[in-house]
């Protein structure tokens, strides 16, 4: 039994075989620091996300340029661009400054489309100028917004100036084929930026008669005495 006895404590238990090695320790520690920093970098990139949404959609559709489809309903109606229904060949492009935002819509619609079209805008056939292209593209603008005008189509345009707080809008159409006429139009709404408020209104400075009252002495003014008090005395030269 002695014997027995000494060998089961001679002999190393589970737990002396399992001592953590540098290398097991090095991976916990890994472990622990990943797990603490990942989350903490992703709640940071999704704040710094969250406060930039705007400029990301900005830069995203300045990017992209020309979208094909349609815009948003939120943008058709802020912009004032009722597309007909039925209408094809939808593409847009927005774009935002300090000064105006301007959406850029074309889309393919039929005879009766168009006069809808015109009807909804405030205007009719009768207003479109032949010949007339009265969309603008800016220079800076034209590598994203591929339209082109070229001579020799038929070209008809009109111009909506804005009423109060809506926006301008700019429409040309090609009627080269009447069945099926493109309507390029560029809606804009501008911006005013009134300047900050004043500390008030300045109070223009007396001139130097204004405290002494008027100019012309009154013809009680030479009873008083002529002579200055003491305390009235400019003081010595020095």
């Known amino acids: 039994m002695t014997c027995g006895a000494d060998r089961a404590a001679a002999e190393p238990g589970p737990a002396a075989g399992r001592r953590p090695t540098a290398a097991g320790r090095l ?7 990943l797990l ?8 940071a990139v999704s704040a710094d996300q969250s406060h930039n949404v705007a400029a990301v959609r900005k830069l995203r559709a300045e990017r992209a340029g020309l979208v094909h489809g349609a815009p948003s309903a939120v943008q058709r109606a802020v912009y004032e661009v009722p597309i007909p229904p ?70 008809a345009g009109t111009t909506l100036p804005a009423p109060g707080l809506h926006p301008s809008r700019e429409i040309t159409v090609d009627l080269d084929d ?31 008669h204004a405290s002494q009252g008027s100019s012309t002495p009154s013809p009680h003014a030479s009873q008083g005495s002529s002579t200055p008090s003491p305390s009235q005395s400019p003081s010595p030269l020095p």
Do not use: C, M
Request: glycine share 8%; net charge positive.
């Open 27 to 33: 991976r916990r520690w890994t472990a622990a620091v």
């Open 36 to 43: 603490t920093v990942i989350p903490a970098v992703y709640l």
């Open 86 to 155: 039925g209408a094809r060949g939808e593409a847009f492009f927005e774009a935002n400054t300090w000064e105006k935002d301007s959406l850029y819509v074309q889309f393919t619609t039929t005879r009766a489309g168009l006069t809808g079209f015109l009807a909804r805008v405030g205007t009719s056939r009768a207003r479109l100028r032949a010949g007339r292209v009265t969309v603008r593209v800016p220079r800076g603008r034209a590598a994203r917004v591929h339209w082109r005008f070229p001579a020799g189509r038929h070209w």
């Open 178 to 208: 009447p069945r099926e006429p493109v309507v390029f139009v560029v809606s804009t709404i501008r911006f005013v930026h009134y300047p900050h408020a004043s500390q008030g209104p300045s109070t223009p400075s007396p001139s130097p």
